[in-house]
Every structure is written in structure tokens, then in C-alpha cells.
């Protein structure tokens, strides 16, 4: 638990001091600009399908992705009808945009 802590805490104060790119080595900026140059605009399942893709064939993600987001869904199927979802943490969005969809 401290480790992921400390790693949010340093995020806070280097995301005050300015500094976008914390600890990235870029893949989340190339990640971004696949994204943005394969999906289709304004289609939540094209975002999803493209970065399913660049993660299966060019680099490791730690996102939800597919198969774990399978599961996601299917779960939140079984409960009462909801409003609203609250998301606690995100890294690049994958989940949201799931669940939003």
C-alpha cells in the first residue's frame, strides 16, 4: 500500500509543479497519438478497439483491455440499474470509456 501511495503523492506534486510526464517513459504519448490517428471520432468503441490493438501488437498496457472489460461489463450487468459509476483512478481511460459506452 505505501508504494502506490508514494507513487500518488509524487504524481500530486510534480502534476503542481507543472510537469505532465511524471514518470512515463512515452508510451502513453504514443499510445494517445495511435488512438488519434486509427479511431474514428467521437466513437467510444473505435477508442477502445484501437487501443486493444496497439496494446495486443506493439507494447504492454496496464489498462483493463478487453478481456478483464468482458468481465467488467458482465458484472455491472448483474446489478440494479445505476445512474451514475464512480471510477476510482484511471491510467489511460480504458475502463471509463467502457463503462461509459
Known amino acids: 500500500m505505501i508504494k502506490p501511495l508514494l507513487s500518488y503523492v509524487?504524481?500530486?506534486?510534480?502534476?503542481?509543479?507543472?510537469?505532465?510526464n511524471h514518470c512515463s517513459d512515452g508510451r502513453e504519448q504514443r499510445l494517445l497519438d495511435y488512438v488519434k490517428k486509427t479511431a474514428e471520432p467521437d466513437n467510444p468503441q473505435a477508442v477502445l478497439n484501437a487501443i486493444d490493438h496497439y496494446a495486443h501488437t506493439q507494447e504492454f498496457y496496464m489498462n483493463v483491455g478487453d478481456a478483464k472489460g468482458k468481465v467488467l461489463i458482465a458484472e455491472l450487468h448483474k446489478l440494479p440499474a445505476a445512474k451514475a459509476v464512480l471510477e476510482l483512478g484511471t491510467?489511460?481511460?480504458?475502463?471509463?470509456?467502457?463503462?461509459?459506452s
Do not use: T
Request: aromatic fraction near 14%; proline fraction near 0%; glycine fraction near 10%.
Open 91 to 100: 491510467y489511460c481511460g480504458y475502463s471509463a470509456i467502457l463503462l461509459a
Open 10 to 20: 509524487l504524481f500530486a506534486i510534480n502534476l503542481a509543479r507543472g510537469r505532465k
